[in-house]
């Protein structure tokens, strides 16, 4: 994750994705995710998007499991669902945890899918679109952020980059 090298308030996302070709088309995957985030997820690209009077009283740790479905449409071009179980420890400012949660990520993600080197390595840029429809035991100050902002995000950029063994 290239947001991970910032050095002001990076996220602390890491992902592995282990998969496996249903057919020349199709792939199955299984995701492995934690991440770290300080402001709605929800929050559209502007003014707002980062900006400080946004901010949690703290930060959010999700770390959880899922799987994703990959179609190959048209030569690298492909399409892919996926459903995310993230387990939630809200934090305060200190680090210290004050209540925990339960989250349903899902995205609908439209990438192309390009081979490096032999053809072993490869790299997917992709954007997607984002839905959490449960988001459980928020504490009220996080909760009161959330609820101004919708539930899902347009345009959330991806670049992964994989080795097929």
């Known amino acids: 994750m290239l947001g991970n090298v910032v050095p002001e308030d990076p996220p602390s996302f890491y992902q592995l994705n282990v998969g496996y070709w249903l057919s ?10 934690t991440w770290r985030y300080t402001h709605p997820l929800g929050i559209p690209y502007g003014s707002s998007f980062g900006a400080e009077e946004e901010a949690y009283p703290g930060f959010v740790r999700g770390t959880g499991a899922g799987l994703a479905y990959q179609r190959y449409l048209w030569r690298g071009l492909y399409s892919g669902i996926h459903a995310t179980a993230l387990h939630q420890d809200y934090q305060d400012p200190d680090k210290t945890s004050i209540q925990q949660g339960f989250q349903l990520f899902t995205a609908l993600r439209l990438g192309y899918h390009i081979e490096l080197f032999n053809h072993r ?6 954007s997607a679109i984002t839905h959490w429809p449960i988001n459980t035991n928020a504490p009220a100050a996080f909760r009161a952020l959330d609820d101004k902002w919708p539930s899902y995000f347009v345009g959330e950029p991806g670049l992964h980059l994989g080795v097929k063994f």
């Open 24 to 33: 020349q088309r199709d792939v199955i995957s299984l995701e492995l995710i």
């Open 121 to 126: 390595l490869f790299l997917e840029p992709s």
